[in-house]
């Protein structure tokens, strides 16, 4: 026989999860000593080990005490409505972290003006189909290259051309009080330039109507566009202008 501490030992679980399983009536002792102390045997580790498997895969206590209890206990469809349970659990936790990723994205580009009522507008926004837009492009522009709607950035992402594509318009908004025709400005907007002919190239009137759509409030929040102030927005595009008018 096993002493609790060293049944404790040998599991791995803790003395007090062992009293509690034993007051529920989940795992009992087979005795106990003349000072109170619970006993084990390895029947009842080998139980416990059993107990552990099915709380990692997602089972209650109470659940678990009928299965390992019942005769009549239908392990296929006990599973299967497990396995439903976690596919959901997947879901929802999934849209969670796309959720994360936008909020962390967002304060990557509004940095300390990302206040707290953003991120609630942000989390309990209208959530249309994401692909409603890249339907759009497909349909209206006629865009061929399905590969091209891909490198469309994404706040909810972190592939490392939407991350350089946010970081980019963070750095604007960062320096937009040095003007527009300030070098650090014109820096930047010479890397956007350059990454636009690396990931749009050829695709000028795709990228002007995005342009457009961006620059609508109407229509950036019918696309469910992550909402950058109109304010940065024509700066970019006064900075853009500078830059080309002066591209050698």
Sequence with gaps: MFHINEFKKLSGVSVRTLRYYDKIGLLKPVSKTEGGHRLYTSTELKKLQQIQFLKIIGFKLGEIKIMLESEEWDW??????????????????????????????????????????????????DSRDSKKILNYYRDELNVKNKEVLKKLPNMASSDPDSLEWIAL??????????????????????????????????????????????????????????????????FMEMAYKYYLDNKS
């Design 76 to 125: 296929s469809n006990g599973l299967m409505k497990q396995l439903s349970h976690v596919l959901h659990e997947k879901d929802r936790l999934s849209k969670i972290e796309m959720s994360l990723r936008e909020l962390i994205n967002g304060i990557a580009i509004d940095g300390e003006e990302f206040k707290i009522k953003k991120i609630m507008n942000l989390y309990t926004r």
């Design 169 to 234: 318009v963070g750095q604007i908004k960062k320096y937009m009080h040095l003007g527009f025709r300030n070098s650090r400005i014109q820096n930047i907007i010479k890397r956007m330039d350059v990454k636009k002919g690396e990931d749009f190239k050829n695709e000028e009137v795709f990228l002007d109507k995005l342009w457009g759509i961006r620059m609508s409030p109407k229509e950036s929040k019918d696309y469910n566009l992550y909402p950058i102030d109109h304010e940065a927005l024509n």
